[in-house]
């Protein structure tokens, strides 16, 4: 099926520096997610992305996060600067229409040191 | 806000024997849509069931599922299960935010399958 991939599997990072984490999504698909898990707790849902904007974003996208996704290329998010709380798991998504099966990534961890 | 709840973190059973995997969720919006993710290890998370439509069942590759409004509840049944039925199961609920779909998850239920 659609397969959704995410660059790298595993990062550590250093607090304060920033990391930017990658995702290449479906091909045909218009509507990228992020989603932030944190070690035995839920999915939670960061932002999602459509036409090159933001759509909506949850109180967890801190100021410090970005997203963007420049001419079909990785979607992808940039955070800087890293803080301790930032380490968790981070999915990516996307999806067709908005409406559509969202197929997701493998994950990213990020250890933030 | 939305939520889901899944009271089992870990359900551990018998090859053979059926499965029920319990969640309930909370929205104020009547238009919920429910989902069952099945995540295995190393893999990424993909769609096993949803359903947006009252006391109708929903299955897909031997599960099933039926939501409940007047309970807010989506179970998950397999009548016999499998040992690659092993895998860590969310469920989701969407309250079809602005725009696209924004899902709240449960926690997740791992669920141990033994021969």
């Known amino acids: 099926g659609p397969k959704v991939l995410q660059i790298p599997s595993h990062q550590i990072i250093d607090m304060g520096q920033m990391v930017t984490l990658n995702c290449d999504p479906v091909?045909?698909?218009?509507?990228f997610y992020w989603y932030k898990q944190i070690l035995g707790q839920q999915m939670e849902f960061l932002v999602n992305f459509y036409n090159g904007k933001v759509m909506e974003k949850s109180k967890l996208f801190k100021d410090q996060f970005s997203v963007e996704r420049p001419d079909g290329s990785y979607f992808t998010l940039k955070i800087q600067p890293t803080a301790l709380e930032d380490s968790a798991v981070y999915f990516c998504?996307?999806?067709?229409?908005?409406?559509?099966?969202?197929?997701f990534g493998a994950g990213t961890r990020l250890s933030v040191l | 806000g939305d939520s889901v709840t899944q009271k089992e973190g870990l359900v551990t059973l018998t090859e053979g024997l059926p499965v029920m995997l319990n969640c309930t969720y909370q929205t104020i919006y009547s238009n919920a849509f429910l989902f069952w993710y099945v995540h295995y290890l190393n893999e990424s998370p993909r769609l096993l069931l949803k359903s947006s439509t009252d006391n109708k069942r929903t299955e897909h590759q031997g599960f099933h599922a039926t939501l409940h409004k007047s309970s807010s509840s989506f179970h998950l049944q397999k009548s016999s299960a499998q040992l690659s039925d092993s895998a860590l199961y969310y469920c989701a609920l969407s309250d079809r935010g602005e725009g696209a779909d924004r899902l709240t998850f449960g926690k997740g239920t791992q669920l141990i399958i033994q021969p």
């Open positions: 998504a996307s999806s067709m229409t908005g409406w559509n099966t969202l197929y």
């Open positions: 091909s045909n698909h218009l509507y």
